[in-house]
């Protein structure tokens, strides 16, 4: 079963800049999530879905920060404008999406700003 | 925001020996999931513990849930140098939203 793909792997911009990134999830998985992971600490949930509807977006800094997922599938993450504390790993999950069930992490996509 | 809190923070031991590590969480949980994340990697999945469970077990690994003191525990068995990495408890609450810990960092020195 191929895992969630996630791309770019690494990403290096200059502050104000945009940056896009993708996830792809495992099929048939309904939730996919994203978070962002600064060097040292726990990941940040930033958007939940479940299929093509935001679940939790309540943490996104929607003045920079969007998301989606069109046809509930793969799901973009855009930054714009960039600024330097964006700098960490943006990390994409999915789930089945019931309670009992596994949640699964691509490998992130690794953002410097500077 | 994060809710749950881990600790310790770090942990170094010597190869063979077993490491625990505690997570507590705030609010109530279906389910309780430890993650394990080398550095530069994604997330791992190691196990996952129901909220009706205490005690549950996966090759080296034993996990229990206090639902009534809302923490948890991970122990290592058996300790090697792959296991070096840092360790994230992520509970489960309602419409699966995730919470994770603050990580422990666990080095394993040969």
């Known amino acids: 079963e191929a895992g969630v793909a996630q791309s770019p792997r690494y990403k290096i911009i200059e502050k104000r800049q945009s940056v896009a990134f993708w996830c792809n999830p495992i099929?048939?998985?309904?939730?996919l999530y994203w978070y962002q992971q600064i060097l040292g600490q726990g990941p940040k949930l930033l958007i939940q879905f479940q299929n093509n509807g935001v679940v939790d977006d309540s943490q996104l800094p929607k003045d920079r920060f969007s998301a989606e997922r069109l046809k509930g599938v793969d799901s973009t993450l855009k930054i714009q404008p960039a600024k330097l504390e964006d700098s960490a790993v943006y990390l994409c999950a999915s789930s089945l999406g019931r309670d009992l069930n596994t949640i699964y992490f691509g490998e992130g996509s690794w953002l410097t700003v500077v | 925001s994060q809710q749950g809190e881990e600790d310790p923070q770090a942990l170094s031991i010597q190869e063979g020996e077993n490491a625990t590590m505690n997570c507590s969480y705030k609010?109530?949980?279906?389910?309780l999931q430890w993650y394990r994340q080398n550095s530069g990697r994604g997330l791992v999945h190691l196990i996952l513990?129901?909220?009706?469970?205490r005690e549950k077990h996966s090759g080296r690994l034993r996990v229990t849930l206090d639902t009534s003191k809302k923490s948890s525990s991970l122990l290592i068995t058996a300790s090697r140098a792959a296991d070096t990495a840092s360790y994230f408890c992520?509970?489960?609450?309602?419409?699966?939203?995730?919470?994770f810990g603050t990580g422990t960092q666990l080095k394993v020195e040969l």
């Open positions: 513990i129901r909220s009706n469970e």
């Open positions: 609010t109530s949980i279906n389910n």
């Open positions: 099929s048939g998985h309904a939730t």
């Open positions: 992520v509970s489960t609450g309602g419409g699966n939203k995730l919470t």
